[in-house]
C-alpha cells in the first residue's frame, strides 16, 4: 500500500520557520517527482515546489522563491519542505505528492499519489 504520510506543521509566528517532511513508504519514489502543494480555504490546490528523482532539479512557485527550499533523501524515501521568513499568506494545508516522472511537473494533475496533508498557520 502506497503512503505518504507528512509531518512538521504547526503554528508561527510570520518571519518563523517550519520544516515539513513527508515519508513515503509502499514503493520507492526515487524516481519520481516529488512536489509540496498548498491549499488555503476558498482556493484550489498549487504547487509550491517541486524536485526531480535525484534532486538536480527543482521548482519553486514565484511566492516562494528565496524562502523555501525542496529536498530530498532517496535512502529515507523522505522529501523535505524547509520554509522560512514565513507571511500570513502562506497559511494553509501542505500536502507532498509523487509524479512518475521524469522531468518536473507542476500541475496537480500529473501527480499520482496524494498525502492527507498538515495544517500550516502563520500568524501576524
Known amino acids: 500500500q502506497v503512503q505518504l504520510v507528512e509531518s512538521g506543521g504547526g503554528l508561527v509566528q510570520a518571519g518563523g520557520s517550519l520544516r515539513l517532511s513527508c515519508a513515503a513508504s509502499g514503493r520507492t519514489f526515487r524516481n519520481d517527482v516529488m512536489a509540496w502543494f498548498r491549499q488555503a480555504p476558498g482556493t484550489e490546490r498549487e504547487n509550491v515546489a517541486a524536485?526531480?528523482?535525484?534532486?538536480?532539479?527543482?521548482y519553486y512557485a514565484d511566492s516562494v522563491k528565496g524562502r523555501f527550499t525542496i529536498s530530498r533523501d532517496n535512502g529515507k524515501n523522505t522529501v523535505y519542505l524547509q520554509m522560512d521568513s514565513l507571511k500570513p499568506d502562506d497559511t494553509g494545508v501542505y500536502s507532498c505528492a509523487a509524479a512518475r516522472s521524469a522531468t518536473v511537473v507542476t500541475s496537480r494533475n500529473d501527480y499520482h499519489y496524494w498525502g492527507q496533508g498538515t495544517q500550516v498557520t502563520v500568524s501576524l
Open positions: 524536485i526531480s528523482g535525484n534532486g538536480l532539479r527543482t
